[in-house]
């Protein structure tokens, strides 16, 4: 009798771009509610126990987290954002690349440091006119380092000239880890006086109980020592090219937050810093 070998996790392939969608928002209900859950402090341990074993079969029967990132992996098929960043780059006078069909790199010491949070593709990495770091919760390539953003070295040890994060900071699950984010993105920059390149559904800013454009705008600039150098907005998605231009104000860091609409339909995104 041959010995039985160990079943292999199947990473699921999401082909149709309705279902991915369908993916994407269900994984970001389930992560919401599950970090609602968690900040809850009137249920008994035993509910919470129940109710966190609940959230995390329902993800489970999504596909998890190989599941979310397949879906995502076939939306940026059809819009990729880190062409448009290389784009951007370019037109700002960043990187030098060639016209095709190869590209220039320039050298070695005058790469822009890059750093792509959430990264699911190797576009970047594959860009010969910066130096990438792509990183990932759950790595889908050898190059894609799986590391959590917040675990990285803190600057000094680290620091870069260009952060990519697309789709990424909808997907934190709390407002307290995004505001967490941007921050340290901006530590991350603050020498270099770099840009961060941040994509997020454009309802996160427009239909949300707790954010408007203009607090998101207020509150990058003036709390976190950002200034916006270009916003490019779509019917789904909007990007934000964020220069770390001035000190981040910790003085004037406020938390608690306010509601803006008590509409049902709203969503609940929300930044605390
Ligand atoms: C919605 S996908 C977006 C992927 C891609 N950037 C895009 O534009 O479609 C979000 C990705 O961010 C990753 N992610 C979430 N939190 C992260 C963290 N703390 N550190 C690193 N990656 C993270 C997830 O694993 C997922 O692959």
């Not at 879906?71 to 059809?78: D, E, G, I, P, R």
């Not at 699911?120 to 590391?147: E, F, G, K």
């Not at 006086?193 to 949300?208: A, E, N, Q, R, W």
């Given at each position: 009798?041959g010995?039985?070998?160990?079943?292999?996790?199947v990473?699921?392939v999401?082909?149709?771009?309705?279902r991915?969608?369908k993916?994407?928002?269900?994984?970001?209900?389930?992560?919401d509610?599950?970090?609602?859950?968690?900040e809850?402090?009137n249920l008994?341990?035993?509910?919470?126990?129940?109710?966190?074993?609940r959230?995390?079969?329902s993800?489970?029967?999504?596909?998890?987290?190989?599941?979310?990132?397949?879906?995502?992996?076939?939306?940026?098929?059809?819009?990729?954002t880190?062409?448009?960043?290389?784009?951007?780059?370019q037109?700002?006078g960043?990187i030098?690349?060639q016209s095709?069909?190869?590209?220039?790199p320039?050298q070695?010491?005058?790469?822009p440091?890059l750093?792509?949070v959430?990264?699911?593709?190797?576009?970047?990495l594959?860009?010969?006119?910066?130096?990438?770091?792509?990183?990932?919760?759950?790595?889908?390539?050898?190059?894609?380092?799986?590391?959590?953003?917040?675990?990285?070295?803190?600057p000094p040890?680290s620091?870069f000239?260009?952060i990519v994060a697309?789709?990424?900071i909808?997907?934190?699950?709390t407002?307290?880890a995004?505001?967490?984010f941007?921050r340290?993105?901006?530590?991350?920059?603050e020498?270099?006086?770099?840009?961060?390149?941040l994509?997020?559904?454009s309802?996160?800013l427009?239909?949300?109980?707790y954010?408007?454009?203009?607090?998101?705008?207020?509150?990058?600039t003036t709390?976190?020592g950002f200034?916006v150098?270009?916003?490019?907005?779509?019917?789904?998605?909007?990007?934000?090219?964020l220069?770390?231009s001035?000190?981040?104000?910790?003085?004037?860091l406020?938390?608690?937050r306010?509601?803006?609409?008590?509409?049902?339909?709203?969503?609940?995104?929300?930044?605390?810093?």
């Amino acid at each position: 009798m041959g010995r039985k070998r160990k079943a292999q996790p199947v990473v699921p392939v999401v082909k149709s771009r309705k279902r991915a969608r369908k993916i994407v928002t269900q994984f970001h209900k389930v992560n919401d509610a599950l970090a609602i859950l968690e900040e809850d402090a009137n249920l008994n341990l035993v509910d919470k126990e129940a109710h966190r074993s609940r959230l995390q079969e329902s993800l489970e029967a999504l596909g998890g987290r190989a599941a979310y990132q397949s879906a995502s992996q076939l939306s940026v098929s059809f819009h990729s954002t880190s062409k448009w960043v290389l784009a951007r780059l370019q037109a700002m006078g960043i990187i030098r690349m060639q016209s095709a069909p190869s590209l220039s790199p320039s050298q070695p010491s005058q790469k822009p440091r890059l750093l792509e949070v959430g990264a699911i593709t190797t576009t970047l990495l594959d860009c010969p006119a910066v130096q990438t770091t792509a990183i990932d919760l759950l790595s889908r390539h050898a190059r894609i380092q799986q590391i959590d953003f917040f675990h990285l070295p803190q600057p000094p040890l680290s620091t870069f000239d260009v952060i990519v994060a697309s789709m990424l900071i909808n997907s934190l699950p709390t407002a307290s880890a995004r505001g967490d984010f941007l921050r340290r993105c901006h530590a991350y920059l603050e020498a270099s006086k770099g840009y961060l390149f941040l994509i997020l559904p454009s309802s996160c800013l427009t239909h949300s109980k707790y954010m408007t454009v203009g607090k998101f705008r207020s509150l990058v600039t003036t709390r976190v020592g950002f200034a916006v150098v270009e916003e490019k907005w779509t019917p789904k998605t909007v990007a934000f090219v964020l220069r770390a231009s001035g000190k981040c104000d910790e003085g004037r860091l406020t938390a608690g937050r306010e509601k803006v609409t008590s509409s049902s339909w709203a969503k609940k995104f929300d930044i605390l810093l």
